[in-house]
């Protein structure tokens, strides 16, 4: 999920566009415009799928975006 995230973010052509700043295996962080930072976090969950989380300032339309684009629960 956070290769997707790093995909999704990076690719826009935007002034929405965040780059990858920091990556951690559960979380990773993005850089936008004006220094916004976007958040997505994953963990197991206890039905053997994923859970991913995002967190953001401003950007809360382009992480609900991003949610949009993963598989369904």
Known sequence: ??????????????LYTAFPEKRGPNY???RGQGGEEIIIGVA???????????SSYMFDAQIARFFSTLPPA
């Open 44 to 54: 197991n969950s206890p039905d053997g799928g994923t859970a991913v989380t995002g």
């Open 1 to 14: 999920m956070l290769t997707h995230a790093t995909r999704f973010f990076s690719r826009q052509n935007s």
């Open 28 to 30: 990773a962080t993005f």
